[in-house]
């Protein structure tokens, strides 16, 4: 399969910058597989399209303020570095992405922000990958959340000062119910939520569970093989509790659907099945690469926004609903003026 086949055009300014002025103030195009058909709705019309005893299960994974900058500390040498978290592995190291002029030795120490934390690089990577131990007086996370800034995707083209960033992205680039921190993107699907949205599901007897995926740079990058079958994605760390997996086995014994807020949630739930035991509860890393004719064994339907053309994203989604009728649905989004990507509309797939 090509990746060309996963393409399409998408003029710049259907691209949002901004988030909705509400929370859940956005469109919501609803993809009916059986029935081919498309409709159109508002995201705080969600309940209406559910029955009572399905479940939503949302990725409650937390966004860390993960782009940090400092400088070299070697006299001489204080040039600026760009230090992007990926990943916490423990005993103060971090699995990082690192951007320079001149790339430090191994031993050398950054100043990070006002000097209230220190990283020591020990492993020079490649693609700008590198290893580094993290040292500060307070609890790290404490001292991220003042000198970090939140990553947001790069397609989000913005003038202002810090980046890019507004005072609003702090909130509104993070899920209502976020709370496990680690991840460097939003699940954007989960955006859209509400206290009132889940309060509306919960009167109509949809229930609501919780998983963890740390969403990783892998978001971000675009498959470059033209082959889909070549490209591999980077791996992510999820967790299933045992409440969330006792509920799902029994919302699919009776017959009712599981509904998986994103692409990540739906990634999570699909390798915990992909095990050799099976699914239930656990952690794990991840790999899968979901594209057509992949066969979906836990996701009954799915919340999603507007992916990038050729993205994994658009491919697992392709997996799910058919790639024609998604390019079709895409088609259809564009000519209605849907707003796409992270600060964007959504997508209900049944």
């Not at 509400?22 to 995201?43: K, N, P, S, T």
């Not at 693609?127 to 790290?140: D, K, M, N, Y």
């Not at 760390?237 to 990540?264: D, F, L, Q, S, Y």
Request: glycine share 10%; aromatic share 8%.
């Amino acid at each position: 399969m090509n990746t060309s086949d996963f393409d399409y055009e998408l003029p710049p300014e259907r691209i949002a910058q901004e988030p909705p002025k509400e929370r859940d103030g956005g469109r919501m195009m609803v993809l009916d597989r059986a029935a081919q058909g498309i409709r159109h709705a508002r995201f705080t019309d969600l309940p209406d399209f559910l029955d009572a005893g399905d479940l939503v299960v949302v990725n409650d994974t937390r966004v860390i303020p993960a782009r940090v900058f400092g400088r070299k500390a070697r006299p001489g040498t204080g040039g600026k570095v760009e230090l992007l978290l990926l990943e916490d592995l423990g005993r103060g190291e971090w699995d990082v992405l690192m951007r320079t002029r001149r790339r430090p030795e191994p031993g050398e120490q950054i100043i990070l922000g006002d000097g209230a934390a220190t990283a020591t690089l020990l492993e020079d990577g490649e693609l700008g990958r590198a290893r580094v131990r993290i040292e500060s007086e307070r609890p790290f996370l404490e001292v991220l959340d003042g000198i970090g800034l939140t990553p947001l995707p790069p397609y989000i083209q913005r003038k202002a000062e810090q980046g890019g960033l507004r005072p609003e992205d702090k909130l509104r680039y993070q899920t209502v119910y976020a709370r496990e921190p680690g991840a460097v993107a939003a699940p954007t699907a989960g955006l859209h939520f509400t206290p009132a949205v889940f309060e509306r599901l919960a009167a109509k007897g949809v229930g609501k569970a919780e998983v963890t995926l740390h969403v990783g740079i892998g978001t971000f990058r675009p498959v470059k093989a033209d082959r889909v079958e070549d490209h591999r994605m980077d791996e992510e760390r999820w967790w299933i509790p045992e409440e969330t997996a006792r509920r799902i086995a029994e919302t699919k014994a009776a017959g009712h659907r599981v509904v998986a807020v994103g692409t990540t949630t739906s990634r999570t739930l699909e390798s915990a099945a992909a095990r050799p035991e099976g699914f239930g509860a656990g952690h794990g890393r991840t790999n899968i690469f979901i594209y057509p004719p992949y066969r979906f064994r836990m996701v009954d339907a799915m919340v999603t926004n507007f992916h990038l053309p050729k993205s994994t994203l658009i491919m697992m989604i392709s997996a799910f609903a058919g790639r024609e009728f998604v390019l079709r649905a895409y088609r259809e989004a564009i000519e209605a003026g849907y707003f796409f990507y992270s600060y964007g509309d959504c997508m209900l797939i049944l």
